[in-house]
């Protein structure tokens, strides 16, 4: 027999059939299931990106075995295949992903082959001090050691077995395409909680129209903000951010360059900037766009041994704000019960209008290339028909 999944969603305007078409088949009897699948696998000495056949893991205790329905390509994911970021010596990429369980492990009593849910890659060792002090994204054993997708085999193949404690169950709003946003929202939930709720007139400038700056664009509409210019130098990528419809100024650096030479930053500048790109020639250059009391967070991912100048005494006179947000302790929870609930029938409703292009596993090449040129915001694999 051959199972398969679908839910109907109810939202605000209308009903909606979202289904998530992902089966399995029970082996007929004296038939086995495939041992073997594929996955893209990462290999750090050679340098190497490649699609190879792997055994399909075996959930042990503690663990479930999800067939991954769809799995982002993180720009994580671009800094570790350009040697910017350090990896397990040989892994599964994929850190964003959703699927279906096929396999629970002795001990799991939360989740059912069956169950729809998708995963948080980030653990810590709960044995250090700044896991006893909540915060974990911290930890150095985590970072470097239990990462889904980085540390550890991810879900840029057919099945990824991961511990109980990093998988959530998705609501009924929330379709597997939601659940592979998951990760990346919680992020930017923790970005949020960093930066506080700003004045509701705050003037807001986002650096980038990846698909993190279309988030952030997203959620700060969503959270009442109108006052937000988004900065890009990508065609297709501006004109994405018009046609979100949130009435959001998508401007080239160049243009938004020219307004600060001709006029006085405390007139033409920003209350809040959030760095999306980890460019940091852009990022420096933002910094003298920044209005008395204003607040620049740091949210884009630099390569590790970036260096920009900005002036100390514009911090102080200024009395400016600079956060970092490194991943997302405990937010997992608020989006996956809130926050993506709540965008999911309408900001989160249509991936082709937030710039997500579908690819499967064997396009991976091209799926990197379009992302990397700026054709598209985000690639995410579906390999739920794989």
């Not at 599964?92 to 169950?115: A, N, R």
């Not at 937000?228 to 979100?244: F, H, N, W, Y």
Request: proline share 5%; with cysteine.
């Amino acid at each position: 027999t051959e199972l398969c999944f679908a839910h109907v969603s109810l939202t605000q305007d209308s009903w909606s059939l979202q289904t998530d078409v992902l089966s399995y088949r029970r082996p007929l009897r004296g038939e086995t299931m495939a041992e073997t699948m594929q996955g893209l696998q990462w290999n750090a000495t050679a340098g190497q990106l490649s699609l190879i056949e792997l055994d399909v893991p075996k959930a042990g205790p503690g663990e479930v075995v999800i067939k991954v329905a769809y799995a982002g390509v993180c720009g994580t994911d671009l800094h570790i295949i350009q040697k910017e970021f350090g990896s397990a010596e040989k892994v599964i990429l994929g850190h964003e992903f959703s699927g279906i369980i096929t396999e629970v492990g002795e001990g799991v009593k939360d989740f059912q082959v069956g169950s729809r849910v998708c995963v948080d890659p980030n653990k810590g060792c709960a044995g250090c001090r700044y896991c006893a002090s909540g915060t974990p994204n911290y930890c150095q054993t985590g970072l470097s050691t239990y990462t889904v997708g980085i540390r550890k085999n991810g879900g840029f193949a057919n099945y990824c077995v991961v511990p109980t404690a990093q998988v959530y169950h998705l609501p009924g709003e929330l379709t597997l395409q939601h659940g592979a946003l998951c990760e990346p929202l919680s992020c930017l939930m923790r970005g949020w909680d960093n930066l506080g709720s700003p004045p509701a007139d705050s003037r807001i400038l986002v650096l980038g129209a990846g698909i993190i700056g279309v988030l952030w664009s997203t959620i700060f509409h969503y959270k009442g903000y109108r006052d937000v210019t988004v900065s890009e130098p990508a065609d297709a990528r501006r004109k994405l951010i018009g046609d979100l419809g949130l009435g959001y100024q998508a401007v080239h650096p160049d243009e938004l360059k020219a307004r600060f030479n001709s006029g006085n930053v405390e007139d033409v500048g920003y209350d809040v900037i959030v760095d999306c790109s980890g460019f940091p020639p852009a990022i420096e250059q933002a910094f003298s766009w920044l209005r008395c009391g204003a607040t620049f967070l740091q949210f884009g991912c630099c390569p590790t041994n970036s260096k920009i100048t900005i002036n100390p005494f514009q911090i102080y006179a200024k009395e400016l704000k600079i956060i970092g947000c490194l991943i997302n302790p405990f937010t997992m929870p608020k989006v996956v019960g809130g926050l993506a609930r709540g965008m999911s029938g309408s900001y989160l409703s249509d991936f082709s209008r937030l710039g997500i292009k579908m690819f499967r596993l064997q396009e991976y090449q091209e799926a990197i290339a379009q992302l990397r040129k700026g054709h598209i915001s985000k690639a995410m694999f579906q390999l739920e028909s794989s």
